[in-house]
């Protein structure tokens, strides 16, 4: 007698996840992303977007995507590594390590695809990878994917990661290859990794440095060029810096950027570049021009931070708290999963577009209500947002 069932455990699990509240439900967005939208049919300020500096819809970056199109095609027919290569894609990969003053970059399909093909590749049996505990999970299942050892250490804690980097030593055999694997923007609570602290361990023990940008292109440095630039670090120094195309720079995409060695490693190595269609030429010609925008038109990236300073005085003014944060990203603590859930249902009801973030996120206490901020709200939306969020605040004692 056969008891095994194909697919009713799928059911089930679904089940599980709705009784105890930690399904998804999906929002459907009816207009372009920007400052306000229409979503589930209701016009709502947009307050959870990673478009910052709304480049998604930014008439350069439309238009480049449309004329690419036309000239080309839907579609590259083929993986980069076969028959898919265009002319386009490798224009991308040199105008980003050029905006990133960088030897080489290569893009890939997304920055997940990034994450996914490159960190294995790095380690083997006989390394390490040593991982902030709050690192996104496509580094997690980047290192899962390799058959290196791992180590974590405490959120952006030094003396846990040298603590860490001591113990390696004392591997026997020694490690051939170390690797530090950080997040640059933390994105549950918008806080920056100490990268020169990093950097000075890894020097000390000859380890590689990884750092995931997502959250920082676009936004820190010098014209929104990263976390690299942003601290004044070298690319002997950072030897990965990996991003994406579908935060800042409102289209889709991911890359690493670091020497011309890395790129060439990369592209012959990476499964998930080797083995996975390139993004269509309107693709890499949309990221070609969001580059251009970013190197020609400094006002976003100076009108997001202006946003998110107002944004921020106003929250602290209400006397709520707001973490650690250091970016556009704002996470607005609400104590108990119950309270950021209730405080994003009032939101919504009153038009504005949130997201609560709660175990098994972030820890059981810490829920939050996270909120990231673009290039185009009005200070007149900043403020209808503010207002909401006090009256809710205090309706549910979170102020
Ligand atoms: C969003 C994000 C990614 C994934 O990037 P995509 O291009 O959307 O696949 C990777 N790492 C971090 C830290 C992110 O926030």
Request: proline residues 4%; aromatic residues 8%.
């Amino acid at each position: 007698m056969v008891t095994r069932h194909p697919t009713k455990y799928l059911g089930e699990e679904y089940q599980r996840l709705v009784r105890e509240n930690l399904n998804w439900e999906l929002k459907v967005l009816e207009s372009a992303s920007g400052p306000t939208c229409i979503v589930n049919g209701k016009e709502v300020i947009m307050l959870c977007a990673n478009n910052y500096l709304n480049l998604a819809t930014h008439p350069k970056v439309v238009n480049a995507m449309i004329e690419a199109t036309k000239k080309y095609g839907a579609g590259a027919g083929s993986d980069r590594s076969i028959a898919g290569n265009m002319a386009l894609h490798e224009e991308l990969d040199r105008r980003l390590a050029k905006f990133k003053n960088a030897p080489a970059s290569l893009t890939f399909q997304t920055g997940f695809m990034a994450n996914e093909g490159t960190i294995p590749q790095l380690a083997d049996r006989g390394d390490l990878f040593v991982s902030d505990e709050l690192n996104h999970g496509s580094i997690i299942d980047g290192v899962r994917l390799s058959h290196a050892d791992r180590a974590i250490f405490k959120h952006k804690d030094m003396e846990d990661l040298a603590r860490v980097m001591e113990e390696a030593e004392k591997h026997d055999p020694p490690y051939k290859h170390i690797w530090i694997l950080t997040d640059g923007v933390f994105s549950m609570d918008g806080d920056l990794a100490p990268l020169p602290e990093i950097v000075k361990i890894a020097k000390e023990h000859g380890a590689g440095v990884y750092v995931d940008d997502a959250h920082g292109e676009g936004v820190l440095g010098e014209g929104g060029r990263g976390i690299v630039n942003h601290f004044h670090l070298g690319r002997d120094e950072v030897h990965v810096e990996m991003g994406t195309f579908s935060k800042a720079f409102g289209v889709i995409g991911g890359h690493i950027t670091g020497s011309e060695d890395l790129r060439n490693f990369t592209f012959n190595k990476a499964r998930s570049w080797l083995l996975s269609g390139a993004v269509p030429p309107g693709v890499a010609a949309a990221c070609i021009a969001a580059i251009d925008v970013l190197e020609t038109e400094p006002q976003h990236v100076r009108r997001v931070w202006e946003n998110r300073n107002h944004l921020l005085d106003g929250f602290k003014d209400a006397g709520f708290d707001t973490g650690n944060t250091e970016t556009p990203i704002i996470p607005v603590m609400c104590g108990k999963s119950k309270k950021a859930k209730d405080l994003a249902d009032y939101l919504w009801s009153k038009g504005i577009f949130v997201l609560p973030i709660f175990y098994p996120m972030v820890p059981r206490e810490k829920a939050r209500i996270r909120v990231q901020v673009c290039a185009k709200h009005t200070v007149e939306q900043l403020d209808k947002a503010l207002e909401t969020f006090k009256e809710g605040g205090r309706n549910l004692g979170i102020i």
